[in-house]
Each structure stands twice: as structure tokens, then as C-alpha cells.
């Protein structure tokens, strides 16, 4: 499965290493809101940076999101991934409201998304 990381602070450098250990999954692209952090990790991991937010989740190959940006920042960007029908895993905390994820959760479910 084609999988985007969304937000490439230092917590992306972790997951970029041991993405390598799951065959089945490739880092396909890479989005940061920073111009700067964007050009330098996907240098680094030679990965291709996307335009924007918007273009990974219009992507048809791309599968599943994984979420890593600042915390306050993961309601949103899990809400626009699931509505685009894309998968999503996000580092830690979910939402920063128990309200909010459990709407990320009713929305996964309601979509068939996990």
C-alpha cells in the first residue's frame, strides 16, 4: 500500500527508518506545511514532496495517511483524510478532545476505514 506522511518534524525521521520493515507498505510522498522542513526530509529520504495537503489526498495510489503533525493539527488533517476515503493512522494523541475522536472513530467506521 502506498502510504504519505503528513508533517516531517523529527518524529517523521523515526517512522521514515522503520518503514523499511514493512515490505508491504512504501512511502510514496510526503507533505509538510513548511516549505523548508518539506525540502530537506524529503531529500534526506529521497521520497517526492507533494504540492499540498489537498494533492496527497486526491491522489488515487495513495492508501493510507499517516498523520504525524502537531497535535493540535490532528483532528483536521484525519477528518480531511477520511473524507477523502484514504486510511489513517496518526501519532499520538488521536484528537486533542474526547468529542472529536470519537467523530474520527464514527467517521472511520461509517466509511469502512480503519
Known amino acids: 500500500m502506498n502510504l504519505a506522511f503528513i508533517g516531517c518534524g523529527y518524529v517523521a525521521d523515526y517512522y521514515a527508518t522503520t518503514v523499511v520493515n514493512h515490505p508491504a507498505l ?3 510522498t510526503v ?3 513548511d516549505p523548508a522542513r518539506l525540502a530537506a526530509f524529503s531529500a534526506h529520504w529521497k521520497v517526492r514532496p507533494a504540492r499540498s495537503l489537498e494533492a496527497v489526498l486526491a491522489h488515487p495510489s ?3 495517511i499517516v498523520n504525524l503533525n502537531h497535535p493540535k493539527s490532528h483532528f483536521a488533517v484525519s477528518k480531511a483524510a477520511l473524507e477523502a476515503g484514504k486510511h489513517v493512522y496518526s501519532e499520538k494523541p488521536l484528537a486533542l478532545t474526547l ?3 470519537r467523530a474520527l472513530v464514527e467517521l472511520a467506521e461509517a466509511r469502512g476505514l480503519e
Do not use: H
Open 26 to 28: 512504501k512511502l510514496a
Open 31 to 33: 507533505w509538510d506545511r
Open 62 to 64: 495513495i492508501g493510507l
Open 99 to 101: 468529542s472529536d475522536a
